[in-house]
């Protein structure tokens, strides 16, 4: 293993749980400055830490979505490191959903679809992205579909 491995991918997986606390509590703009700088460093120490590339996709996709501390291009810096984070970890169902989601606010609906059916075969029984693909369905226009997911995520 060499050397300073395991600090790098120490310090990378902080930023995971800094991120997990920004969307769980604290989803402020200034939060969301300390977690994205936190996974901008933790994906240069660490380029093939997965989850980084994933949390970095989530926070790009704030800039635009939560309109949390935007600069230009949001979208496209989100679709790079999501493709990244699913690149590196493919069985991923969060990294695949930040892709997912991505397309999604991307009006990029025929690729949201593609993503969404792979999010849901990679984990079926997940609660939090059923309900989240099964709202973007029903925004997509796909209002059967996302009430079954919205009802599944709730039933789980």
């Not at 994906?43 to 994933?54: K, Q």
């Not at 309900?131 to 796909?142: F, H, K």
């Amino acid at each position: 293993m060499p050397r300073g491995y395991v600090r790098k991918r120490c310090e990378s997986r902080s930023c995971v749980l800094v991120a997990a606390e920004y969307f769980g509590v604290e989803a402020t703009a200034e939060r969301h400055l300390v977690v994205r700088d936190c996974a901008e460093r933790a994906t240069r120490r660490d380029p093939s830490y997965a989850e980084g590339w994933r949390v970095l996709a989530q926070m790009y996709l704030s800039e635009h979505a939560l309109r949390h501390n935007p600069l230009p291009g949001s979208l496209d810096r989100a679709l790079s490191a999501a493709k990244r984070a699913v690149e590196l970890d493919p069985r991923n169902e969060r990294s695949q959903n930040a892709l997912a989601r991505v397309h999604f606010f991307r009006h990029e609906i025929d690729e949201f679809l593609v993503e969404a059916k792979r999010v849901i075969a990679l984990n079926p029984n997940n609660p939090t992205i059923l309900s989240g693909v099964g709202l973007n369905l029903i925004y997509a226009g796909d209002e059967d579909q996302g009430k079954i997911l919205m009802e599944k995520a709730v039933a789980l």
